[in-house]
């Protein structure tokens, strides 16, 4: 049981990592203007709003890195029952981008986009993860 549970942390505390590098990237190049706040929504739908598709396009990258290699991750730590811990991990890392994405104002095409990778991504991990022996 110690094993499953440390599978899970590690590859979830990877996805949840990649996506966090990702994003510090990201804003990075797309900076949040000093005339407004994270904490107001109106702000930040704003800052959405005004987005490049570049931004968006490395959101969904850092979605479908972080869920691949969560369910990956978790999968390879985990001596038994491998698909299944790693379709845990993955499912998380779902749950957290959808979340994320149905927080803020994006575009309608993003969600959908990041949404089915994200699900693919994570899925594709767990078995990547499960065939290794």
Request: proline letters at 3%.
């Amino acid at each position: 049981m110690g094993r499953k549970i440390m599978a899970l942390f590690a590859g979830i505390a990877t996805g949840l990592l990649v996506i966090l590098i990702l994003r510090v990237i990201n804003i990075s190049y797309f900076p949040f203007p000093d005339n407004l706040t994270w904490k107001d929504s109106s702000d930040m739908a704003t800052y959405f709003t005004n987005l490049p598709d570049k931004a968006f396009i490395l959101y969904i990258f850092s979605h479908a890195i972080g869920a691949f290699l969560a369910g990956l991750i978790s999968s390879l730590v985990s001596q038994k029952n491998r698909f299944t811990i790693g379709i845990i991990a993955g499912f998380f890392i779902f749950v957290f981008v959808f979340i994320i994405n149905f927080t803020y104002d994006f575009p309608r095409l993003f969600l959908m986009v990041d949404i089915l990778a994200t699900a693919i991504a994570g899925f594709t991990g767990a078995i990547l993860g499960n065939k290794k022996n």
